[in-house]
C-alpha cells in the first residue's frame, strides 16, 4: 500500500500543477479546506493553468445544472485562493488548446528544471504526464503523479513510475534503433 501525502508536505518537496479533473472533483474543495493554511503560511502555492478556468467556465455555461453549479463554485474558489497567493494562475486565458495538451508542453518544458509533481483524477492523462518520464532524448527530473483515494488523501498513483535512467521502456529518439528499417516499415516497403 502506498503512502498518502499532505499537499503542504508534497509542496515542500516539488511544484504542483493541478488539472481540471482534480480541482473539479470533490475531494478538492475538502483538501483546500485542510491545506491552503498550511500551504499560505509556507508561502507555498498550487499551480493551475488558466485554460483550466476556461474549461470550468464552458462547463459553467453549458453543463448541466450540477456540472455548472459546481463549475461555478471551483471558479469562485480558484479566484479566492488566487487572491490570497495559495494559487498560481499560469499561461494565456486566450490559448485555444486544452488544459491537458498545455499541461504536457509545461511538463516538457520544466521537468529539466524543476522537480514536479502532478495532481490529476484522469487516468488517461495521468498516463500521459507518466510518459514524459520515459523520455530519453533530452535529461529532466521525474514527474510524480497524485490522485485522491477514496478518502480524498494524495496518494501517489497506481501507474509504477519508472526511473528515468534505468528504464528500458524509454522512447526512444529517432538516432536510436536501425533508422533505415524503421523507415522502410513506416513507410510499407520491407
Given at each position: 500500500?502506498?503512502?498518502?501525502?499532505?499537499?503542504?508536505?508534497?509542496?515542500?518537496?516539488?511544484?504542483?500543477?493541478?488539472?481540471?479533473?482534480?480541482?473539479?472533483n470533490?475531494?478538492?474543495?475538502?483538501?483546500?479546506?485542510?491545506?491552503?493554511?498550511?500551504?499560505?503560511?509556507?508561502?507555498?502555492?498550487?499551480t493551475?493553468?488558466?485554460?483550466?478556468?476556461?474549461e470550468?467556465?464552458?462547463?459553467?455555461?453549458?453543463?448541466?445544472?450540477g456540472?455548472?453549479?459546481?463549475?461555478?463554485?471551483?471558479?469562485?474558489?480558484?479566484?479566492?485562493?488566487?487572491?490570497?497567493?495559495?494559487?498560481?494562475?499560469?499561461?494565456?486565458?486566450?490559448?485555444?488548446?486544452?488544459?491537458?495538451?498545455?499541461?504536457i508542453?509545461?511538463?516538457?518544458?520544466?521537468?529539466?528544471?524543476?522537480?514536479?509533481?502532478?495532481?490529476?483524477?484522469?487516468?488517461?492523462?495521468?498516463?500521459?504526464?507518466?510518459?514524459?518520464n520515459?523520455?530519453?532524448?533530452?535529461?529532466?527530473?521525474?514527474?510524480?503523479?497524485?490522485?485522491?483515494?477514496e478518502?480524498?488523501?494524495?496518494l501517489?498513483?497506481?501507474?509504477?513510475?519508472?526511473?528515468?535512467?534505468?528504464?528500458?521502456?524509454?522512447?526512444?529518439?529517432?538516432?536510436?534503433?536501425?533508422?533505415?528499417?524503421?523507415?522502410?516499415?513506416?513507410?510499407?516497403?520491407?
Amino acid at each position: 500500500m502506498k503512502n498518502t501525502i499532505t499537499l503542504s508536505e508534497l509542496a515542500n518537496k516539488r511544484e504542483i500543477f493541478i488539472d481540471y479533473s482534480a480541482v473539479f472533483n470533490t475531494h478538492f474543495v475538502n483538501m483546500m479546506i485542510e491545506q491552503a493554511r498550511p500551504l499560505h503560511d509556507a508561502q507555498k502555492q498550487i499551480t493551475v493553468h488558466r485554460s483550466v478556468l476556461n474549461e470550468l467556465t464552458k462547463l459553467a455555461e453549458n453543463g448541466s445544472i450540477g456540472d455548472s453549479t459546481i463549475a461555478k463554485e471551483r471558479i469562485a474558489q480558484l479566484n479566492a485562493l488566487n487572491s490570497a497567493g495559495v494559487v498560481n494562475y499560469i499561461g494565456n486565458s486566450l490559448e485555444p488548446r486544452s488544459s491537458n495538451q498545455q499541461y504536457i508542453e509545461l511538463m516538457v518544458t520544466y521537468r529539466n528544471k524543476k522537480d514536479l509533481a502532478f495532481i490529476s483524477d484522469n487516468d488517461a492523462f495521468i498516463a500521459d504526464i507518466e510518459l514524459q518520464n520515459k523520455i530519453s532524448s533530452f535529461p529532466g527530473n521525474q514527474i510524480t503523479v497524485f490522485k485522491y483515494d477514496e478518502n480524498g488523501n494524495l496518494l501517489e498513483d497506481a501507474c509504477e513510475t519508472l526511473d528515468i535512467n534505468e528504464s528500458d521502456d524509454k522512447i526512444k529518439s529517432p538516432e536510436s534503433g536501425d533508422k533505415v528499417d524503421r523507415l522502410m516499415s513506416m513507410f510499407g516497403l520491407n
